[in-house]
């Protein structure tokens, strides 16, 4: 049974730094994909970070420069490092892993609250 924990979301101030992790039981995240979504209130969940199987890592434009997805392999877990925080970054943050062999397959952590004052 594939299980995705999220941790290390709060409140910070404008300017600040978070790092979220998600830690993976069931899946190993360096033969798969991940990501990091987010969901504003009101809002779509939006892809803002993913790194896939081959390494090839993409951003939203929105966090470019600012956010840096990474794993640590022998902790099975994924990073997000967070700086620089506005308080449109304000959401809830998930972790996904995903791959279509030998079927498509998504899990998804239960999220994070992140929250940026201004």
């Known amino acids: 049974q594939v299980q995705l924990v999220e941790s290390g979301g709060g409140l910070v101030q404008a300017g600040g730094s978070l790092r979220l992790s998600c830690a993976a039981s069931?899946?190993?995240?360096?033969?798969?994909?991940m990501a990091w979504y987010r969901q504003a209130p009101g809002k779509q969940r939006e892809l803002v970070a993913g790194r896939t199987s081959g390494g090839t890592i993409n951003y939203a434009d929105s966090v470019k420069g600012r956010f840096t997805i990474s794993r640590d392999t022998a902790k099975n877990t994924v990073y997000l490092q967070m700086n620089s925080l506005r308080p449109e970054d304000t959401a809830v943050y998930y972790c996904?892993?995903?791959?279509?062999?030998?079927?498509?397959?998504?899990?998804w952590g239960q999220g994070t609250q992140v929250t940026v004052s201004s």
């Open positions: 996904n892993v995903y791959g279509s062999v030998p079927k498509i397959y998504s899990y």
């Open positions: 069931g899946i190993i995240f360096s033969t798969n994909n």
